[in-house]
Nanobody, 124 residues
Framework: QVRLAESGGASVQAGGSLRLSCAIS????????VAWFRQAPGKEREGVAR???????YYAEFVKGRFTISKDDRENMLYLQMDDLKPEDTATYFC??????????????????WGQGTQVTVSS
């Protein structure tokens, strides 16, 4: 059984930092695209950052220079370091694993396994 468990979400003030973690079990992520998405109330889920093959990194424009995605294939962990947080970063953050080894777009339909999410709240 595949399981993704996010942790690290919290309430912080603007300018603060958080590090999200995603523990993955039941599935080896080495060759797959893994990603962070987020969803704010009343909005669609949107891609934040993705890693494909451990070499190619993709970031949404609104987090470039502030967020860093990383993974540990040996431990089957995915991380998201978030710095200089802004109130508009407030959302539930989800980790996800792609359906194929090659498709890695910021599109929820490219991903087959999802965690339950962790809440990030940034106050001004």
């Amino acid at each position: 059984q595949v399981r993704l468990a996010e942790s690290g979400g919290a309430s912080v003030q603007a300018g603060g930092s958080l590090r999200l973690s995603c523990a993955i079990s039941g599935y080896r992520i080495s060759f797959y695209c893994v990603a962070w998405f987020r969803q704010a109330p009343g909005k669609e889920r949107e891609g934040v950052a993705r890693i494909n093959d451990g070499v190619n990194f993709y970031y949404a424009e609104f987090v470039k220079g502030r967020f860093t995605i990383s993974k540990d294939d040996r431990e089957n962990m995915l991380y998201l370091q978030m710095d200089d947080l802004k109130p508009e970063d407030t959302a539930t953050y989800f980790c996800a694993i792609s359906k194929t080894e090659t498709r890695c777009r910021a599109d929820v339909n490219d991903f087959q396994f999802w965690g339950q999410g962790t809440q990030v709240t940034v106050s001004s």
